[in-house]
């Protein structure tokens, strides 16, 4: 016999967008699809190619056709489809150096293209963060600028052009991670701003996302207090339901950045914050970049279950965010239906991007092009989270294909010699930086190898925050394409 909360695990189900670990699906997810779990998301660790992405989410859709499937795909730094071999599309961060919405709205529609075929839904993007603090560790070259309004007008591109390709975007991270010095993987960042400044500032790119239709807005685990002083953004009703919902009009789904993140975990609980965030107005909750199993999934699950006996959480509210997860899984099954706006850019419209978007300045730019086998270094940071340390990065590889005989070394914080440019001799020596402003033993390697080649030619793959070399060369982002489009540059290749 059916109890009065016979049906609250399935309703609980229908608002976890887990993900789990394997390049097929688990017996556990699909039988919880069978049971009311209405999403799920991929990571690096699911994909092999798109191919076999394609057969994933097949299997998938044989258990319950209108599962949302969605991915964390910048088509920047930030990489999950080409996880294994980088981007192919230069990034955020250098659309916003080229300032050309109809460029911005190409690259993200080819990418929407691309996910639809591969059975993707959702995608966590894009970045609509105006990154005005260059000491963030977590943004960066991640956000399309440090203007607002640029920002902005890159974000409704960008959300035209994905959604014209049959992928549901997902603007974020809101109210606006830009102005931090915290990792919010790591600990609670704190925004300071004014309500002037973050309405002048912060919210401009999210109310453009809104106006351009964006069906979904993930929160950020962002302290603000002109906002709430007490409740991060995720767990915040007076931001989530206040702000977003009642005075930006937002009436699609918001999902949670990852809800094991120690920003909200540490002071929550996994599954307290997660019952917080769907009290406050949050629709859906992502989980499993870290915790990826099934016990994972049945913790929050049961969780939410008791939060509604309790009389914690209303009923009323988590059948309000399963009517929105079941309305943007329509919206999924429609855009599938009717297919993309037309077929993918027959050029390769990324490597066009990340060719525009490189810029060369410096006392000696004619130095340029080198035509013989160079010395590459690569200094190598330690990367965020959201990044991975899976995806390859730099120049070497491609210079090594125009100029036949280059080396490559790369260095770490630890390991950087007295001179990092003594294995040059008299070949021309190229040092490769990322975010040479945010390491102080990085901007040293690099002071020491100048000081003992100063003909060196410094390619920045981050944010070019600090312009030294002879010629200075900035792509404005660390992806495949860019590294291309930067080998191209140094030999002249185009």
Request: charged share 20%; with cysteine; aromatic share 4%.
């Given at each position: ?9 399935a ?7 887990p ?13 919880w ?12 660790r699911?994909?092999?190619d ?7 989410t ?24 080409e996880?294994?071999?980088?981007s ?7 659309l916003?150096?080229?300032d ?20 993707v ?11 005005s ?7 960066g070259v ?10 902005a007008r890159?974000?409704?591109?960008w ?5 014209a ?7 974020k ?20 701003a004014?309500r002037?400044?973050?309405d002048?500032?912060?919210l ?9 239709g964006?069906?979904?807005v ?49 002071r929550y ?12 107005g949050?629709d859906a909750?992502c ?6 199993d099934e ?13 509604v006996v ?12 399963a ?5 943007l899984a329509a ?26 978007a ?12 080198l035509?013989?086998?160079a010395?590459v270094?690569?200094?190598e940071p ?9 995806t390859p ?24 010699p007295?001179?990092?440019g ?16 945010r390491?102080?033993?990085m901007f040293?390697?690099?002071?020491r190898?100048?000081a003992?080649r100063?003909?060196?030619?410094v390619v920045?793959?981050?944010?070019p925050?600090v312009?030294?070399?002879a ?13 291309r ?10």
């Amino acid at each position: 016999m059916t109890t009065p909360t016979g049906h609250l695990p399935a309703l609980a189900a229908a608002v976890l967008q887990p993900g789990f670990v394997g390049t097929t699906p688990p017996d556990w997810v699909c039988r919880w699809l069978g049971e009311g779990l209405g999403s799920v998301v991929l990571f690096a660790r699911n994909v092999v190619d798109p191919e076999q992405v394609a057969t994933l989410t097949a299997t998938l859709r044989a258990e319950r056709p209108d599962v949302i499937v969605a991915i964390d795909e910048e088509a920047g730094d930030v990489t999950r489809l080409e996880s294994a071999q980088g981007s192919s599309r230069p990034g955020n961060f250098a659309l916003g150096v080229v300032d050309d919405p109809e460029l911005t709205e190409a690259v993200a529609r080819d990418l929407g293209i691309e996910l639809a075929a591969a059975g993707v839904t959702l995608n966590y993007a894009p970045d609509a963060d105006v990154n005005s603090n260059p000491a963030n560790p977590v943004i960066g070259v991640r956000s399309f600028g440090a203007d607002p309004a640029l920002v902005a007008r890159h974000t409704a591109a960008w959300v035209s052009g994905l959604q014209a390709g049959g992928v549901a975007a997902c603007a974020k991270h809101f109210p606006g991670h830009g102005d931090t010095r915290v990792d919010s993987h790591h600990d609670l960042p704190r925004i300071t701003a004014d309500r002037h400044r973050l309405d002048t500032c912060e919210l401009v790119p999210f109310r453009a996302a809104v106006a351009a239709g964006v069906q979904a807005v993930m929160t950020g685990h962002l302290l603000v207090p002109a906002l709430d002083p007490q409740l991060p953004a995720t767990l915040s009703q007076r931001i989530l339901s206040g702000l977003l919902r009642d005075e930006m009009g937002f009436s699609g789904v918001v999902v949670t950045d990852a809800v094991e993140m120690r920003a909200v975990a540490d002071r929550y609980g996994f599954a307290g914050a997660t019952v917080r965030a769907l009290a406050a107005g949050a629709d859906a909750i992502c989980v499993g970049g870290e915790r990826a199993d099934e016990q994972a999934a049945r913790e929050l699950r049961d969780a939410i279950v008791a939060a509604v006996v309790s009389g914690e959480l209303p009923e009323e509210r988590l059948a309000e965010a399963a009517k929105r997860v079941g309305q943007l899984a329509a919206w999924t099954m429609a855009a599938r239906a009717a297919g993309p706006a037309g077929a993918r850019d027959a050029a390769d419209v990324g490597l066009v991007a990340a060719r525009r978007a490189v810029r060369v300045t410096g006392p000696a730019t004619d130095a340029l092009p080198l035509t013989r086998a160079a010395h590459v270094v690569e200094f190598e940071p330690l990367r965020n989270i959201a990044i991975g340390a899976e995806t390859p990065w730099g120049i070497g590889a491609p210079l090594g294909e125009l100029l036949p005989g280059t080396s490559t070394v790369r260095y770490a914080e630890p390991d950087v010699p007295a001179n990092p440019g003594a294995g040059a001799g008299a070949r021309p020596l190229v040092l490769v930086v990322r975010d040479l402003h945010r390491h102080d033993w990085m901007f040293a390697a690099v002071r020491r190898a100048l000081a003992a080649r100063p003909d060196a030619v410094v390619v920045e793959m981050g944010v070019p925050e600090v312009v030294t070399g002879a010629v200075h060369l900035a792509t404005h982002g660390a992806t495949r394409a860019s590294g291309r489009a930067a080998a191209e540059v140094l030999t002249g290749a185009r």
